[in-house]
């Protein structure tokens, strides 16, 4: 069974740090790339990274590129979102997802989420 | 950047009737995909490649559509179904979602 399980959010102030993790389970980690989608309090969902296969490669969104990275460890099976710079409208639930393996234009499993909340 | 439009944004059916939900893209795209969110939980993908059923979807539920406009239907509704649903393109950087419709049961 596919298990993704992020951890790591909380309350921050703006302009601090923030990292956030997945462990992922039940499939062979290494072989698909990841992402992290967010969605913000009764908002709809919004693509904010994603990394290939061997974390050489990664993606963005203008709304965030430059201030969050995303990396992975395919030994641990663990993805990773660095966000720095956090901004109140980064105020959201976090979600780790899997793309799909083939072409990556959708996302076949999704964690249960992460809340983060950027306030003073 | 393809924006994706979804209409309507609410929506309120009976037990048994057809519903339809509508995603129009800004440009042309080569497939739509679904997602269904039920209240305090994840998105869990519905549909897939335009027309393709995840695994447990039930059959009552269909995707079609093609260049700027894309459609899930269900053909008679049960109250399980109650959940926001989100249409998602990637024919075109970066990937995209539409804002969502709530459908709510009678």
């Known amino acids: 069974e596919v298990q993704l399980v992020e951890s790591g959010g909380g309350l921050v102030q703006p302009g601090r740090s923030l990292k956030l993790s997945c462990a992922a389970s039940?499939?062979?980690?290494?072989?698909?790339?990841m992402a992290w989608v967010r969605q913000a309090p009764k908002k709809g969902l919004e693509w904010v990274a994603t990394?290939?296969?061997?974390?050489?490669?990664?993606y963005y969104p203008d709304s965030v590129k430059g201030r969050f990275t995303i990396s992975r460890d395919n030994a641990k099976s663990s993805l990773y979102l660095q966000m720095n710079s956090l901004k109140s409208e980064d105020t959201a639930t976090y979600y780790c997802a899997r793309h799909e393996q083939l072409r990556g234009y959708y996302f076949d499993y999704w964690g249960q989420g992460v809340m983060v909340t950027v306030s003073s | 950047e393809t924006v994706l439009t979804q209409s309507p944004t609410t929506t309120a059916a009976s037990p048994g009737e057809k519903v339809t939900i509508t995603c129009r893209a800004s440009s042309s795209v080569s497939y739509m995909h679904w997602y269904q969110q039920k209240s305090g939980a994840s998105p869990k993908l519905w549909i897939y490649?335009?027309?393709k059923l995840a695994s447990g979807v039930p059959n009552r539920f269909s995707g079609s559509g093609s260049g700027t406009s894309y459609s899930l239907i269900i053909s008679s509704i049960e109250s399980e179904d109650a959940a926001t649903y989100y249409c998602?393109?990637?024919?075109?950087?970066?990937?995209?979602f539409g804002g969502g419709t709530k459908l709510e049961l009678k």
């Open positions: 490649d335009t027309s």
């Open positions: 990394i290939s296969t061997s974390g050489s490669r990664t």
């Open positions: 998602q393109q990637k024919s075109s950087d970066p990937w995209t």
């Open positions: 039940g499939f062979t980690f290494s072989n698909y790339y």
